[in-house]
């Protein structure tokens, strides 16, 4: 048996996707910016994907910018805008503790170049005041990032509040959607923000696709030079075949969105209050109410978090300690560390975050095997006593 709680890191391509990428890669060619039929039909295929990812976040297709993923994304965003609204003296960058690393690491590059960037803490919860991003606004702040989604704990942030705060600050805010696109309603009008980022592969998309939408007017330095690509924002022959599978992925998400991912919150629910009534000395990290439907993140007393991990893999099940950008890293969470958790917390946690293919057999698998382990391993950790 293999059970796969591991979304969060990257969801597994849906059927649809895999068929629409294996037609493209057969039947479409040519390239999108050639003349000829067959880049025509490239571009066609360009602009269908492109309105099926648009729809999924209540824009128009002319805002969309393919790119390699989320964190290409997320590097645009920031780094074209910091260098745009440079010029204008503003050289102030605002954004929170808890971001993911294509976001934090990218402000610190720009903090090394000359930038100034306030890090906005949370509360226990994860969540960020819109009022403290407020007072951290300056007159030369270019750009605040906040993200929607958290992808470590799953809470949502208040885009739309911090969004009344930034709007008439002449700032830009973008936003991380990573976690939250296909898993909550998007509309990038009633966010209010001015750029948002998206990876394909967190919705069943292929992976080394994403995007990012930039609302009309916003002006940003592309990051790439080389052709006219995607209106000049990102140099680059397109993927044709995987950006395609994106927009199958973008259409089958918003359909889900649509409906209701309410059959997945109630098996999370399931998986968290079946953890913490048979396992002793647990604790859900986050905010309880205000989070993605599909995330739970768990603190076990008395273990560390990765050998219980290996210990659910060698039982078939798939989860993770946190970021899978982080994988290997002996550092504790920063995540959990912004949360101002106790330090043992930070390293014996783990996230499950479930998708369309989890059953109610594979939740009351995890629940049922997770006791003894537990058990076991906080044996094994335990002091030696003398005399013994």
Partial sequence: MRIYLDYNATAPPLPEVVEAVSQAMAGIPGNASSVHTFGQQAKAALDTARTEVARLLGAEASEIVF???????????????????????????????????????????????????????????????????????????????????????????????????????????????????????????????????????????????????????????SQMTGGRQERGRRAGTENVPALVGMGVAARIAARRVATGLGDIAALRDRLESGILTAVP???????????????????????????????????????????????GSLEPSHVLRAMGLPQPRTRNSLRFSLGPSTTKADVDFVVGVLPKLVSRLRQLGRPAVAGR
């Fill in 67 to 221: 790119t390699s993923g989320g964190t290409e994304a997320d590097n645009l965003a920031i780094r074209g805008a910091a260098e745009a609204l440079e010029q204008a003296g503003r050289r102030h960058l605002v954004t929170t503790a808890i971001e993911h690393e294509a976001v934090l690491n990218t402000m610190r590059a720009l903090e090394r170049r000359g930038w100034e960037v306030t890090f906005v803490p949370v509360d226990a919860s994860g969540v960020v005041s819109a009022d403290a991003v407020a007072k951290a606004i300056r007159p030369d702040t270019a750009l605040v990032s906040v993200m929607h989604a958290n992808n470590e704990i799953g809470t949502l942030q208040p885009i739309e509040e911090i969004a009344k705060h930034v709007r008439g600050s002449g700032a830009l805010l973008h936003t991380d959607a990573v976690q939250s696109a296909g898993k909550v309603p998007i509309d990038v009008k009633a966010l209010g923000v001015d750029l948002l980022s998206i990876s394909a592969h967190k919705f069943g998309g292929p992976k080394g696709t994403g995007a990012l939408w930039i609302r009309r007017g916003v002006r940003l330095f």
């Fill in 281 to 327: 000395g647990t604790v859900v990290n986050g905010d309880p109410a205000r989070r993605v439907p599909n995330t739970t993140n768990i603190s076990f007393d008395g273990i560390e978090a990765e050998s219980l991990l290996i210990a659910l893999d060698l039982e078939g099940v798939a989860i993770s300690t946190g970021s899978a950008c982080s994988s």
